[in-house]
T-cell receptor, first 114, second 113 residues
Framework: ETGVTQSPTHLIKTRGQQVTLRCSSQ?????VSWYQQALGQGPQFIFQ???????GRGNFPPRFSGLQFPNYSSELNVNALELDDSALYLC?????????????FGPGTRLTVL | AQSVTQLDSQVPVFEEAPVELRCNYS??????LFWYVQYPNQGLQLLLK??????LVKGINGFEAEFNKSQTSFHLRKPSVHISDTAEYFC???????????FGTGTRLQVFP
C-alpha cells in the first residue's frame, strides 16, 4: 500500500456531464501527477502539479483541468464528458520534481461514460 | 520523442519456470527506465528502476532487469515465478528534467500451477 488514496472508486456518468476525481497524496509529497489508463493500454500522462501550480501537461484538451490544494491533495476535473473518457484514472505522488524520484500510485478511479 | 514497446501482450508460464518480459524503448536522449506491476483492481507498484551505473538492476519480489543501451532494451526477468506474480507489467521511461512517465502497453503475465 502506497499511502495514496483516490475517490471515488467507481463512477458512472453520461456524455456531456462533468466529473471531479480526488486524490490524497502520500504524506510529505508535494508533487502529484494524473494519468489516464484506457482499457488494455498503458497509463498516459495528463498533467502534473507542484506546490499548487501546473508544471507539465500531456496531450489532453483543456476540458481536462486540475487543482492542487495547500495540503497537497488534488482534483482532476473533466468537462463535457465523451465516451472515450471512459478509463481508469490514476494519480501518483512524489516528494520532489526530479525525474528520478519514485512516483507512488493510488488504486485509481474507474470512470464509465455512457 | 520517446516511446516504449512491449512486444508481448501476454506471457503464459508455469509456476517455478523462469520468465522474461521484453521492453524496448526509443529515445534520442538518455532516459531513466522503470518497471511497474499492476495487480487486479490496484494501482501501479514500482518493481525496479534504472537511473545510472550498473546495468543489472535488482528489484522487489525477486525480479531483475538489464539495461542494454546498444539494443535500447530493458528486459525484466525472474528465475522462478509464483502464482502470485500473475499481474500486468508495465515498462516506462522518463527523460531527465521532464515531468512524465511514458508507458508501454503492458504485458499480462499469467502463471499456471
Amino acid at each position: 500500500e502506497t499511502g495514496v488514496t483516490q475517490s471515488p472508486t467507481h463512477l458512472i456518468k453520461t456524455r456531456g456531464q462533468q466529473v471531479t476525481l480526488r486524490c490524497s497524496s502520500q504524506s510529505g509529497h508535494n508533487t502529484v501527477s494524473w494519468y489516464q489508463q484506457a482499457l488494455g493500454q498503458g497509463p498516459q500522462f495528463i498533467f502534473q502539479y507542484y506546490r499548487e501550480e501546473e508544471n507539465g501537461r500531456g496531450n489532453f484538451p483543456p476540458r481536462f483541468s486540475g487543482l492542487q490544494f495547500p495540503n497537497y491533495s488534488s482534483e482532476l476535473n473533466v468537462n463535457a464528458l465523451e465516451l472515450d473518457d471512459s478509463a481508469l484514472y490514476l494519480c501518483a505522488s512524489r516528494e520532489g520534481t526530479s525525474s528520478t524520484d519514485t512516483q507512488y500510485f493510488g488504486p485509481g478511479t474507474r470512470l464509465t461514460v455512457l | 520523442a520517446q516511446s516504449v514497446t512491449q512486444l508481448d501482450s501476454q506471457v503464459p508460464v508455469f509456476e517455478e519456470a523462469p520468465v522474461e518480459l521484453r521492453c524496448n524503448y526509443s529515445s534520442s536522449v538518455s532516459v531513466y527506465l522503470f518497471w511497474y506491476v499492476q495487480y487486479p483492481n490496484q494501482g501501479l507498484q514500482l518493481l525496479l528502476k534504472y537511473l545510472s551505473g550498473s546495468t543489472l538492476v535488482k528489484g522487489i519480489n525477486g525480479f531483475e532487469a538489464e539495461f542494454n543501451k546498444s539494443q535500447t532494451s530493458f528486459h525484466l526477468r525472474k528465475p522462478s515465478v509464483h502464482i502470485s506474480d500473475t499481474a500486468e507489467y508495465f515498462c516506462a521511461v522518463t527523460v531527465y528534467n521532464t515531468d512524465k512517465l511514458i508507458f508501454g502497453t503492458g504485458t499480462r503475465l499469467q502463471v499456471f500451477p
